[in-house]
């Protein structure tokens, strides 16, 4: 399944179905975050839901779509692989490779409106990274492979 797309995030979601005790445990989670994926000067961007105990629902956005995400999270193709690639290799991703680790220098990008946008991303973030750590679970290609 390739990196990025609809099918992939909800292959992912497929699996996270299948892990709601760990979600319940958690808590519930309602936000709406957009990932953007940078390739070269190709930037696509997909609009994830999340509600009550897991992702609702997913879409990429056209080009001079606004969306309507708490917050987007946007890194070069060469970030995203590698979170994903460490997260296959480990079954979740080590502490180097956590989305809370990769944001804190700015590796990956965190964009919202305000400070509680935000404050989204901090306060759900344990749901959004057990969500990328089933990804171990998707087989997983990227755009050149």
């Known amino acids: 399944m390739r990196f990025p797309s609809v099918q992939w995030f909800e292959a ?3 699996e996270a ?7 319940r445990r958690m ?3 309602d936000a ?7 390739a070269d000067e190709d930037t696509r961007r997909f609009e994830l839901a999340f509600e009550d105990y897991g992702m609702t ?33 480990n079954g979740e991703a080590d502490l180097e490779h956590t989305l809370n680790r990769l944001q804190l220098p700015g ?3 965190l964009v919202a409106s305000d400070q509680q946008n935000a404050d989204l991303f901090y306060r759900y973030n344990q ?4 969500f990328f ?9 990227f755009s050149d492979a």
Do not use: Y
């Open 12 to 14: 992912v979601q497929r």
């Open 17 to 23: 179905d299948s892990e709601e005790a760990t979600f």
């Open 27 to 29: 808590g519930f989670c």
């Open 32 to 38: 709406t975050m957009m990932l953007e994926h940078r």
């Open 57 to 89: 629902s997913v879409r990429e956005l056209g080009k001079s779509e606004a969306g309507e995400a708490h917050f987007s999270l946007a890194a070069d193709d060469s970030v995203w692989r590698e979170m994903i690639d460490n997260i296959h290799i």
């Open 107 to 109: 590796t990956v990008e």
């Open 127 to 130: 749901t959004f990274q057990e």
């Open 133 to 141: 750590n089933l990804s171990s679970r998707v087989p997983t290609e």
